[in-house]
């Protein structure tokens, strides 16, 4: 197991390290084993601290879990809690998940994207950019989109924190999108299923 801890606005000192160390080995090898690597960051506003763990398992999937607490110790614990959760309900799919290095099979080629970051202001000084509809782009990263069925994409949703997952749907080759609900439930958006309705009317 590879985790990388870091700090933000707080030393993760060799204490906090240890102990989330071992307690992520704990739940994950309990499911999961050994094989996996990842990154944990300890982060303070002011008397907040959030633990961030995101670890990515050998089958390729990435789980992540976020937690808040008075001390740094509360907050792994209460990460840790949601780690356990998500990957004790997917344990068995998790088993059959053949998206990762194992029995020969590869991970699939991801599709790389630019991810942006756009300013939003009402400022009337910034007329001339609205105008001219190039909004000021503040950051950038990328993003990779995947080839899944929709029940891994919602698997892979589920696991993480994201908001929503873009990914190519397996059974069409069109760009899908899945995402959170204010009830609770996941949200599919498939283009290529209202084109296909609109030819057969």
Known sequence: ?????????????????????????????????????GHVRLEKERSTFRTNCSIRLRTGLLVEAQGTGGDAYSSADDAIEHLEKRVRRYKRRLKDHHHGHQNGVQIPAEQSARDYVLQLTDDERDAEAKNDHHPIIIAETERGIRELTVGEAVMHLDLGESEFLIFRNAGNGGINIVYRRQDGNVGWVDPNAAQTAASGA
């Open 1 to 37: 197991m590879t985790l990388q801890i870091t700090g933000k606005n707080v030393d993760a000192g060799d204490a906090y390290k240890s102990y989330i160390v071992d307690k992520i080995a704990i739940v994950l090898e309990k499911y999961i084993g050994p094989e996996i690597s």
